[in-house]
């Protein structure tokens, strides 16, 4: 019943400077695998035929990412590198993909809005371009959300627990445990302070939305940080019809904050084969090695 996605990814990745003054944050690598071809492969997996990414200015290089690269094929092929060449041959071969440009940083809200005539009146899933979203089980989330929307017919947005501490980084959904993990929603606030928030559940960057949204979003004004939320419009909806949240089983990678998105790249690197072994010696060594001997060392080293 959900064939489309829509991939915001237009952020100016402020949070990292400098890296991303002339590239999108949604293209720094975990390793070697940039965060926005996981939430492509997590659309696909979850049997989305059809990705909309909303681009803006400096962000060309996703759209190169998913396109063929002739030149680099051939390239790949004369050298005999059979394995690479195949891999940069799936990436382009993933989905159908298309791409509108947001024409200025007015927030997530207004990203949306730019997929209005793309998803044409059907429901729709939305992945938010830097963050990696694991399930504890085979069915990805977006997937687990299209099936629990075929059951509801309503939105439904991700949501996971937060320390306390840590909710005025994110949206923060209320309502009432209809079923267990899945909430019928009464409010929604982004960015709390935590003695405002009502909960400790938070907006984990997946989502299934109806077109009704589009509606909602035009007569949203800007919110946080003088953006045009959509937590703000999906609060507005949640007053007028039905709109539920989903406890997730699963780990939610936050590419878009330093910290988390160095500890993803350990986490992930410690399951790769072919790195494993190797990191994992070198992560002991560099951990058990104590700092006044290590300081020494570089202090001692010979000067060129
Ligand atoms: C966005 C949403 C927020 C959500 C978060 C998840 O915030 O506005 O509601 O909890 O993504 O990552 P951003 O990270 O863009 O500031």
Do not use: C
Request: proline share 5%.
């Amino acid at each position: 019943m959900i064939s489309k996605a829509v991939i915001p990814a237009a952020g100016l990745g402020t949070r990292f400077l400098p890296a991303t003054k002339a590239q999108p944050k949604e293209m720094l690598p975990i390793i070697d695998t940039p965060v926005i071809q996981f939430v492509v492969e997590e659309a696909v997996r979850s049997g989305i035929e059809d990705v909309l990414i909303i681009t803006g200015r400096g962000k060309r290089a996703i759209n190169d990412h998913f396109d063929r690269s002739f030149e680099l094929e051939a390239y790949l092929n004369q050298r005999e590198h059979h394995d690479l060449l195949r891999q940069i041959r799936n990436i382009s071969e993933l989905v159908e993909l298309f791409s509108v440009r947001q024409k200025e940083q007015r927030g997530l809200g207004d990203a949306i809005r730019y997929a209005q005539q793309h998803v044409n009146n059907e429901p729709f899933a939305v992945l938010l371009g830097d963050t990696i979203v694991e399930s504890d089980n085979d069915k990805p989330v977006t997937q687990q959300l299209m099936h629990l929307y075929a059951d509801v017919r309503a939105p439904i947005i991700a949501v996971e627990e937060v320390p306390r501490d840590k909710v005025s980084r994110y949206g923060i959904i209320a309502g009432k445990e209809v079923e267990k993990g899945l909430y019928r929603l009464d409010r929604l606030v982004e960015k709390p302070s935590p003695e405002k928030a009502p909960t400790n559940l938070a907006i984990a960057g997946r989502y299934i939305l109806t077109a009704q949204i589009f509606g909602y979003l035009e007569h949203t004004p800007p919110g946080k940080l003088g953006e045009i939320q959509l937590t703000d419009a999906l609060n507005t909806m949640a007053r007028h019809e039905q709109v539920y949240a989903w406890r997730i089983a699963g780990r939610r990678y936050d590419i878009g904050n330093r910290l988390d998105y160095l500890k993803t790249t350990v986490e992930f690197a410690l399951r790769r084969k072919d790195l494993a072994e190797d990191f994992r010696a070198f992560l002991r060594d560099v951990l058990r090695e104590p700092r006044g001997r290590r300081k020494t060392r570089a202090r001692s080293a010979p000067r060129k």
